[in-house]
Structure formats: structure tokens, C-alpha cells
T-cell receptor, first 112, second 114 residues
């Protein structure tokens, strides 16, 4: 019940396109859903996060869509750029973000 | 704010040896976390501290793993009698501890057990 399932494992998008990464969870006690970006040799860095009281949150080119009834959430990257090429992780937590359960990651490549 | 600092960046050790990693959190952060990340996987929570108190340690992988934060500032993670399966990236993160405050991760210590 602690799992967070992420798809796809890898994604190739043309520059200017939309990148979409999906996550699903089982634990209904989860109430905090962040997305992290990780470059090779670096630690994960928080991109954007959402709580289940809203269905969508947008920050710049990054948008989280949240479907509480389906227990799914997704990250949309608009106007994808080569600099966005990285590994993206969704995560979830039920205790104000302390013990995050991460998805397996999506390796994104944006082709120029 | 110099970010979360971890030392060493890389550690190669022989099976059966003990290793210790250090983490220096962002100075005003009172919560400190340890995660483990194996190749191609997401980070896996191990333990966390509020100041010097270890609030959750049931996720430590075995009794060979232990963590301390003696003065509520830096923290150490020790692995005793290392095994090849311990090879991974060990990540430290810190946060201010206020509700929903983001975790700031360091760049990790990569452990290779030969």
C-alpha cells in the first residue's frame, strides 16, 4: 500500500512539445504529492507539489494535475526544452512530507 | 545558504568493513533525512531527525545501519559489516520542519562495496 507507480520509464519529446508523466498511488492517507527533478550526479530538486484539496497547480511551464478519486496525478511540462532532459520522480507522503515514498522515475530526453 | 553538504562524495570499501557518511544540513533547518537510492530507482526513505531526536528509524534496512545527530546540527550514517547489496547512493536532505516545507537534498555519497 506504500507504493507509488510511475510511468513511462523513459520519454523522448521534441523541443517545444509537451512532456507528460503519470503516477498512481494506493494509500488514501497520502496528502502531499511533490515532483522532483534529478540531473546525473546531483540530488533530487523539488519542482512543484500539490495537496489533494486542489485538482491542478501550475508554476511556469510545469503543471500538476490531480485526480483524487482515481488516486492518480501527473506532471505536464509545456514547451519542453533540451535543458529539461533529466530524471523526474513523483512522490507521496501522508505526514506533512517527512517520509516520502518515491515512484521509480522517468528519464526524459528532449531532442533539439 | 550553501545547501546540504555530504561527505565523502564517493566511498569504495571492501565487504565487511564499516563506513560512515556525514551530512551537514542547511543551517536553519531542524529536520534532517536520510534516503538510499539504487541505480535506476527512486530514493527510499531510511530515517529522519527533528533536531537531535530520531523520530523514525523503523525503515533502516537492517541493524547494521545506524544514524546519529548528536547536537542537532550535522548527522552521520554508519553501515557496519558492509555487504555488496549496500552499494548505492546515500542521500541526505533537510527541511525547516514547518508543514509541507520542501526537502532540500544534497548530492549524495556513492558507496561501492567490492
Amino acid at each position: 500500500q506504500q507504493q507509488v507507480k510511475q510511468s513511462p520509464q523513459s520519454l523522448i519529446v521534441q523541443k517545444g512539445g509537451i512532456s507528460i508523466i503519470n503516477c498512481a498511488y494506493e494509500n488514501t492517507a497520502f496528502d502531499y504529492f511533490p515532483w522532483y527533478q534529478q540531473f546525473p550526479g546531483k540530488g533530487p530538486a523539488l519542482l512543484i507539489a500539490i495537496r489533494p484539496d486542489v485538482s491542478e497547480k501550475k508554476e511556469g511551464r510545469f503543471t500538476i494535475s490531480f485526480n483524487k478519486s482515481a488516486k492518480q496525478f501527473s506532471l505536464h511540462i509545456m514547451d519542453s526544452q533540451p535543458g529539461d532532459s533529466a530524471t523526474y520522480f513523483c512522490a507521496a507522503s501522508g505526514d506533512a512530507g517527512n517520509m516520502l515514498t518515491f515512484g521509480g522515475g522517468t528519464r526524459l530526453m528532449v531532442k533539439p | 545558504d550553501t545547501g546540504v553538504s555530504q561527505d565523502p562524495r564517493h566511498k569504495i570499501t571492501k565487504r565487511g568493513q564499516n563506513v560512515t557518511f556525514r551530512c551537514d544540513p542547511i543551517s536553519e533547518h531542524n529536520r534532517l533525512y536520510w534516503y538510499r537510492q539504487t541505480l535506476g530507482q527512486g530514493p527510499e526513505f531510511l530515517t529522519y531527525f527533528q533536531n537531535e531526536a530520531q523520530l523514525e528509524k523503523s525503515r533502516l534496512l537492517s541493524d547494521r545501519f545506524s544514524a546519529e545527530r548528536p547536537k542537532g546540527s550535522f548527522s552521520t550514517l554508519e553501515i557496519q559489516r558492509t555487504e555488496q547489496g549496500d552499494s548505492a547512493m546515500y542521500l541526505c536532505a533537510s527541511s525547516s520542519g514547518q508543514g509541507g516545507s520542501p526537502l532540500h537534498f544534497g548530492n549524495g555519497t556513492r558507496l561501492t562495496v567490492t
